[in-house]
């Protein structure tokens, strides 16, 4: 079992006998996201995903899903890897530790907890409080009144001002129920941590996963905080297939395709030439990154 003597009660086991260690990590980027309530059309843990692969992230710690999970809720699921084989995967919550652009990463992903939510943000506080953390980014997505043919767009808010002016978000102006995203944040601001929640608006009337789109723009987001460049790999011609999939199903509703299009009206009345024109200054500051520049 491992344990952080800064902040007692953490405890999780370690992904392998050599699995990296949180302490070695040096300015190191923060990239949160659970599945459930916060992760309409499963955008936000699609991102992670794909940011786990590109920085082959390997687990540094797994949560006891014995503490926070309810099984009746969150099933554990029965795999048969191979012939013969039987094993059953219990739903977790993992760190996971990786690379990009030449800059350490830690991943925390899992599914929202059911059970003690303030000693489960706890546990994770602490588990990062043996990092160099510079920045925390946590992911959401929420449905909303958008069409699925124009960007998604990605709110960037930040609570403590001080972040809020250094990263150049806004301050947050929800009021209302909140899930394990919003209290997580709370305690990494308590903890004094920055942090910065990026929230991508998905289409309601295609919320079921997967959101390939919704994901991209999460990760273009980081990008642009960050200051990192993040191999899409094939995201961006799954987004488009994406799109095309959803077309072709809102072609046989006219009801939909009439809605459809009401929303496109809207979005491009609201869409103003200085917005375009910061698209279009990030898109290029993001060309340059990925080209080294």
Do not use: Q
């Given at each position: 079992?491992?344990?952080?003597?800064?902040?007692?009660?953490?405890?999780?086991?370690?992904?392998?006998p050599d699995a990296p260690s949180l302490r070695e990590l040096s300015d190191a980027l923060v990239v949160v996201a659970f599945g459930g309530w916060n992760d309409a059309g499963s955008a936000a843990t699609e991102a992670v995903s794909h940011l786990i692969e590109v920085s082959n992230a390997e687990v540094a710690y797994t949560l006891d899903s014995e503490d926070f999970y309810d099984f009746q809720v969150n099933?554990?699921?029965?795999?048969?890897?191979?012939?013969?084989?039987?094993?059953?995967?219990?739903p977790a919550t993992q760190l996971l530790v990786g690379h990009v652009d030449g800059r350490d990463l830690v991943i925390v992903t899992g599914p929202e907890?059911?059970?003690?939510?303030?000693?489960?943000?706890?546990?994770?506080?602490?588990?990062?409080?043996?990092?160099?953390v510079s920045l925390v980014m946590v992911l959401g997505a929420l449905m909303a009144d958008v069409p699925h043919t124009?960007?998604?767009?990605?709110?960037?808010?930040?609570?403590s001002p001080a972040t809020a002016h250094r990263y150049g978000v806004q301050a947050p102006e929800y009021e209302g129920?909140?899930?394990?995203?919003?209290?997580?944040?709370?305690?990494?601001?308590?903890?004094?941590?920055?942090?910065?929640s990026l929230?991508?608006?998905?289409?309601?009337?295609?919320?079921?996963?997967?959101?390939?789109?919704?994901a991209m723009s999460l990760l273009q987001r980081i990008e642009d905080l960050a200051e990192i460049a993040i191999d899409l790999d094939d995201l961006p011609e799954l987004a488009k297939a994406w799109e095309r999939g959803?077309?072709?199903?809102?072609?046989?509703?006219?009801?939909?395709?009439e809605y459809v299009a009401t929303l496109e009206s809207e979005s491009d009345e609201a869409e103003l030439p200085e917005a375009?024109?910061?698209?279009?200054a990030e898109e290029f500051q993001r060309y340059l990154r990925r080209r080294g520049k």
């Open positions: 079992m491992a344990s952080f003597s800064e902040e007692p009660g953490f405890s999780g086991e370690p992904g392998t099933r554990p699921t029965v795999l048969l890897p191979g012939p013969g084989e039987r094993t059953i995967s219990w907890p059911n059970l003690r939510w303030r000693t489960y943000a706890n546990r994770l506080v602490s588990a990062l409080r043996s990092v160099d124009r960007p998604i767009a990605v709110s960037r808010t930040a609570i129920p909140t899930g394990i995203v919003g209290v997580f944040s709370d305690y990494c601001v308590r903890a004094n941590f920055e942090v910065v929230w991508a608006t998905v289409p309601h009337y295609v919320a079921a996963p997967p959101n390939p789109k919704g959803v077309a072709e199903l809102i072609e046989e509703d006219t009801e939909l395709a375009s024109g910061d698209a279009i």
